[in-house]
């Protein structure tokens, strides 16, 4: 039967195409493949190259990488962002706020996911729904909404004097507290469609074993619900937390002068102080900073998969 | 060794004085509109291995569900050894389930399953991890026990999953469907190594079950359901010998049926009027009957005698000619049209090879005594 098959025509070519490397399932992976190509890798590589070249007035305001058949490279850039305590600063700041902003994203998202997974399928696609709403409007916009809510005079503080539990209205534009209402507000979809994604697979005779073994509701959720639904922690955790440590627009609109954002930092480099290949190192620092502890995560979860 | 009385050879529901072990009284269960399960009230004794058999939908599940606590009756009463377990919360009964798609935490290894409910319950980790292996040992798994569920085979996990309800020595241990995902021949083996252990540990067992040979095999009594209700209980061969309805008779094992009216009850033998059999069918009296009414006429199909030739002296014969023939090996099927258009399933051993076969297409000989018949009324 195979002999036969493998003499039609067809199969000849598809053979000696898989001999050259060139099965279907390559073909379908090239396009994605192309795109990340043209998109991200020669982008990072032009940043990257930036990033090691002396600031100059110039267009571009950079040198450039070969003179005279020599390679003219420095790290004098990075250096200097090890040296001005602002850069590690403003790291630091950036990672700190990224995480609180994850963890409270979780523990919001967490029993959000929990309620919509185990709700009846109706009421579930609605709920979903829901979830997914805000996505119709502009993230510009509805960051732009919160300064209306949260500014002095805005409608948080007019409602809550109002009934009489505040004198004064609150200060909460312009400082961290309003970066992490934004950032929260803005990512929560993210953490609550994986963990949703995880929790609704849930098998619900694991919950009845562990209750029928002795385990109260509170030890059955943190021996079981809990660790059968990392992937989805890990997965949501990840999505609010890398785009949050770059994140530009919320601490630019929310935050005020204090807040020490690494994109925000990056936006000054570059549009401010025209310093090209500083704000490149950023990036390409930032970047560094984000891939290793992923990579270093990703391992631990395939070698805990195995055993 | 002290002999353990068994209920297998007490027979405990025999004794008008013996104390039921779980009183279901009056169970009713309603989803919505639906009436899951209807007025069940039923006895099981201790020790018993007490098989709840019936088609899907018929509400076995849903009982068992609620003696372990995960639906609440919607009126009646559950007493567990003396305890009315109405109020009692899943997490706080004496009663382990083994699940019929087992409900192995994925995460853990096979031991730490097996562990689990011994340290839910606050019993140290040496002494737990010691009643873990003796457990494993008895399942025959005590080389499996740091894997995973997943790197077990289909009987390997249904061990794991017994071991795990029975470490806390429950009880009352209630079994969904325990050998439905395992193949004919590991379900066969695994159907005596459950007896076993029943009968060492001496737990009470409720199993759930569609199987009717399952229920055969294993239990000392079988609660027949359909519809939510309980239609029949008895031991295996009380349920398959006298049925008392034509749901029973149908449902376990295979039946042929013959629709008939009462001709005369006279007092040593019953003759029923069926023009589907075409002959008045003679079967041993029962009590109660008047005269024309309608009843139905059960015969097993190994009851039934195959042959070419006339036979004498039997109290039923007909004829008719072979429809089909099946041979399995041990026995044959055979499937004969009588004259009035009724197929007859007959099954014969396959003794001997010195006769020549019956082929299809010949015409045959039915008979059988009035002994085989069971008359049935409802």
């Given at each position: 039967m195979?002999?036969?098959q493998?003499s ?5 070519t598809?053979?000696?195409l ?9 073909l379908?992976i090239?396009v994605p493949?192309?795109?990340?190509l043209v998109f991200?890798?020669?982008?990072f590589?032009?940043?990257l ?6 600031p ?9 990488l070969?003179?005279d058949?020599?390679?003219q490279?420095?790290l004098?850039?990075?250096a200097y ?9 403003a ?5 700190k706020?990224a995480?609180?902003?994850t963890v409270?994203a979780?523990?919001i ?6 309620y919509?997974a185990?709700?009846p399928?109706?009421?579930r696609?609605?709920?979903l729904l ?9 993230f510009?916009l ?13 409608v948080l503080?007019?409602?809550l004097?109002k009934?009489g ?8 534009m312009?400082?961290?507290i309003?970066?992490y209402?934004?950032?929260v507000y803005?990512?929560?979809p993210f953490?609550?469609l994986p963990?949703?994604?995880n929790l609704?697979?849930l098998?619900?005779?694991l919950?009845e074993?562990s209750?029928?073994l ?9 021996r ?5 639904s990392?992937p989805g922690?890990v997965?949501g955790?990840m999505l609010v937390?890398?785009p949050a440590?770059?994140e530009?627009?919320i601490?630019a609109?929310?935050g005020?002068p ?5 994109g925000k930092v ?9 310093d090209?290949p500083v704000a ?5 620092a930032m970047?560094?900073l984000?891939?290793?502890p992923?990579?270093l ?6 070698k805990?998969?195995e055993t | 060794m002290a002999e353990?009385s ?7 529901w025999k004794?008008?004085?013996a104390e ?7 169970i009713t269960k309603?989803?919505?509109d639906f009436?899951?399960?209807d007025d069940?009230?039923?006895d ?9 058999l ?8 849903t009982l068992l569900r609620m003696?372990?606590g995960f639906e609440?009756p919607?009126?009646g009463?559950?007493?567990i050894?003396?305890?009315d377990?109405a109020?009692?919360?899943a ?7 083994m699940f019929?798609s087992y409900?192995l935490?994925p995460?853990?290894?096979?031991e ?8 839910r319950?606050?019993?140290p980790?040496a002494?737990?991890?010691g009643?873990?292996a003796?457990?494993?040992?008895l399942?025959?798994?005590e080389?499996?026990a740091?894997r995973k569920?997943h790197?077990?085979s289909?009987?390997q ?10 470490i806390?020595q429950?009880?009352?241990l209630l ?9 004919k021949k590991?379900r ?7 007896i076993?252990i029943q009968e060492t ?7 759930v079950t569609?199987d009717q040979?399952e ?7 079988i609660?027949?359901?359909n519809?939510g209700e ?10 398959y010998?006298?049925p008392k309805?034509k ?10 049926m013959?629709?008939?009216?009462v001709?005369?009850?006279?007092p ?5 009027k069926?023009?589907?059999?075409g002959?008045?069918l003679?079967?041993e009296p029962?009590?109660g ?8 006429i059960?015969v097993?199909?190994e ?5 070419r030739?006339?036979p004498?002296?039997v109290?039923?014969i007909?004829e008719?000619e072979v429809?089909?023939?099946?041979y399995l090996?041990n026995l044959?099927?055979?499937?004969v049209?009588l004259a009035?258009g009724?197929?007859?399933k007959?099954?014969k ?9 019956i082929?299809w297409?010949?015409?045959?000989f039915l008979?059988w005594s009035?002994?085989a018949?069971?008359?049935l009324?409802t």
């Amino acid at each position: 039967m195979t002999a036969l098959q493998a003499s039609t025509p067809w199969r000849k070519t598809a053979s000696l195409l898989a001999r050259l490397g060139l099965t279907g399932r390559m073909l379908v992976i090239a396009v994605p493949m192309l795109w990340l190509l043209v998109f991200f890798l020669v982008p990072f590589l032009v940043v990257l190259k930036i990033s090691v070249a002396e600031p100059m007035i110039a267009r571009p305001p950079y040198s450039p990488l070969f003179v005279d058949g020599s390679i003219q490279a420095t790290l004098g850039n990075y250096a200097y962002l090890w040296e001005d305590s602002l850069y590690i600063n403003a790291y630091w700041s950036s990672i700190k706020i990224a995480f609180f902003s994850t963890v409270l994203a979780l523990l919001i998202g967490y029993p959000m996911s929990y309620y919509i997974a185990r709700s009846p399928e109706l009421k579930r696609s609605l709920l979903l729904l829901l979830i997914v709403l805000p996505f119709w409007t502009s993230f510009l916009l509805r960051v732009y909404a919160w300064i209306g809510i949260l500014k002095t005079k805005g409608v948080l503080n007019a409602m809550l004097m109002k009934i009489g539990l505040i004198n004064e209205p609150l200060i909460i534009m312009q400082t961290d507290i309003a970066v992490y209402i934004g950032i929260v507000y803005t990512y929560l979809p993210f953490m609550i469609l994986p963990l949703y994604a995880n929790l609704v697979k849930l098998d619900d005779s694991l919950l009845e074993a562990s209750a029928d073994l002795g385990a109260r509701p509170i030890s059955t959720f943190f021996r079981i619900t809990i660790p059968l639904s990392m992937p989805g922690i890990v997965a949501g955790s990840m999505l609010v937390f890398i785009p949050a440590i770059g994140e530009f627009v919320i601490p630019a609109l929310l935050g005020g002068p204090d807040t020490l954002m690494i994109g925000k930092v990056l936006w000054t480099e570059f549009f401010s102080n025209r310093d090209w290949p500083v704000a490149s190192a950023v990036a390409i620092a930032m970047l560094v900073l984000l891939v290793i502890p992923v990579m270093l995560l990703r391992l631990a979860q395939s070698k805990g998969a195995e055993t | 060794m002290a002999e353990p009385s068994l209920a297998a050879d007490a027979k405990p529901w025999k004794d008008p004085t013996a104390e039921p072990f779980i009183r279901i009284k009056n169970i009713t269960k309603k989803f919505g509109d639906f009436t899951a399960v209807d007025d069940v009230t039923l006895d099981i004794y201790k020790g018993e291995l007490f098989c709840l058999l019936g088609g899907s939908g018929c509400g076995k599940s849903t009982l068992l569900r609620m003696l372990a606590g995960f639906e609440t009756p919607t009126s009646g009463s559950i007493e567990i050894d003396g305890q009315d377990v109405a109020k009692i919360a899943a997490f706080d009964r004496p009663t382990n389930m083994m699940f019929q798609s087992y409900a192995l935490f994925p995460h853990m290894s096979v031991e730490k399953n097996v562990a689990y409910g011994l340290l839910r319950e606050g019993v140290p980790k040496a002494e737990a991890m010691g009643r873990v292996a003796d457990m494993l040992r008895l399942v025959k798994l005590e080389d499996f026990a740091k894997r995973k569920p997943h790197q077990l085979s289909g009987g390997q996990q249904q061990r794991v999953a017994l071991a795990r309800s029975l470490i806390k020595q429950p009880k009352l241990l209630l079994l969904d469907e325990p050998l439905g995902a395992l193949d004919k021949k590991l379900r066969e083996e695994t159907q005596f190594e459950l007896i076993h252990i029943q009968e060492t540990l001496g737990v009470t067992f409720i199993v759930v079950t569609h199987d009717q040979e399952e229920a055969m095999t294993l239990s000392t009594r079988i609660g027949v359901m359909n519809e939510g209700e309980i239609v029949q209980v008895g031991e295996p061969p009380q349920i398959y010998e006298d049925p008392k309805s034509k749901y029973v008779a149908d449902f376990i094992g295979s039946v042929n049926m013959f629709e008939g009216t009462v001709d005369v009850a006279v007092p040593d033998t019953l003759r029923i009027k069926s023009p589907e059999a075409g002959i008045d069918l003679l079967v041993e009296p029962i009590e109660g009957l008047k005269a024309n009414q309608a009843v139905s006429i059960a015969v097993r199909p190994e009851r039934i005698a195959v042959t070419r030739h006339k036979p004498e002296g039997v109290a039923n014969i007909v004829e008719g000619e072979v429809d089909e023939v099946a041979y399995l090996g041990n026995l044959s099927i055979y499937r004969v049209k009588l004259a009035s258009g009724k197929t007859v399933k007959v099954t014969k051993s396959n003794l001997l090879h010195d006769e020549e076969p019956i082929k299809w297409d010949e015409k045959v000989f039915l008979s059988w005594s009035n002994a085989a018949g069971i008359v049935l009324t409802t």
